[in-house]
Antibody, heavy 123, light 107 residues
Framework: QVQLQESGPGLVKPSETLSLTCTVS????????WSWIRQPPGKGLEWIGY???????NYNASLKSRVTILLDTSKNQFSLRLTSVTAADTAVYYC?????????????????WGKGTTVTVSS | DIQMTQSPSSLSASVGDRVTITCRAS??????LNWYQQEPGKAPKLLIY???SLQSGVPSRFSGGGSGTDFTLTISSLQPEDFATYYC?????????FGQGTKLEIK
């Protein structure tokens, strides 16, 4: 049973860089996509981006200039880096596995999620 | 970017009711539409993928339909554990997007 666990600082200062790690247990990084999603307090879900096991990545256009998602296959982990944070980046951050619909390549869904980690941006 | 709009934003219903939530895409997305359930304080859970395929382990009272721009999530007979927030999500574009959510509350 694949499980995901987010980890990282719960408090980040404005203008600094938010860094989170998602550890994948009970399964392999390949051959899936891996995604980050966030949820500001009291609001809906916002997709941040994903990375393929080959290293190809794609990001939300509104965050693209500040976001990097990286893969560490040796540790079965992937990470999120968000630069120049502001209070608007305060949210619960989730990692999730993305898999293709059987028989397709580009049709995806997120079937396994971590429990989420709360990140507050404040001085 | 593809915009996803859900209606209603909130809904009050009773145990045993049949309810339908609608999701509309700003352009055709074929059947590249997924539904998630989120209970308070918990991570989202996949219910339906590819518009109408039920995820393993999800009760059969949940069903999805639609294609193109208009989609539905139907719960045939509400159970107490179904009161939660529901989100649609498209994967037609490589830039995913979610609907704003529909909060299902007990009447």
């Amino acid at each position: 049973q694949v499980q995901l666990q987010e980890s990282g600082p719960g408090l980040v200062k404005p203008s600094e860089t938010l860094s989170l790690t998602c550890t994948v247990s009970g399964g392999s990084i390949s051959p899936y996509y891996w995604s980050w999603i966030r949820q500001p307090p009291g609001k809906g879900l916002e997709w941040i981006g994903y990375i393929y096991y080959s290293g190809t990545s794609n990001y939300n256009a509104s965050l693209k200039s500040r976001v990097t998602i990286l893969l560490d296959t040796s540790k079965n982990q992937f990470s999120l880096r968000l630069t120049s944070v502001t209070a608007a980046d305060t949210a619960v951050y989730y990692c999730a596995r993305v898999r293709p619909v059987a028989g397709t390549y580009y049709q995806h869904y997120m079937d396994v999620w971590g429990k989420g980690t709360t990140v507050t941006v404040s001085s | 970017d593809i915009q996803m709009t859900q209606s209603p934003s909130s809904l009050s219903a009773s145990v045993g009711d049949r309810v339908t939530i609608t999701c509309r895409a700003s352009q055709s997305i074929s059947n590249y539409l997924n539904w998630y359930q989120q209970e308070p304080g918990k991570a989202p859970k996949l219910l339906i993928y590819a518009a109408s395929s039920l995820q393993s382990g999800v009760p059969s009272r949940f069903s999805g339909g639609g294609s193109g721009t208009d989609f539905t999530l139907t719960i045939s007979s509400l159970q107490p554990e179904d009161f939660a927030t529901y989100y649609c999500q498209q994967s037609y574009s490589t830039l995913y997007s979610f609907g704003q959510g529909t909060k299902l509350e007990i009447k």
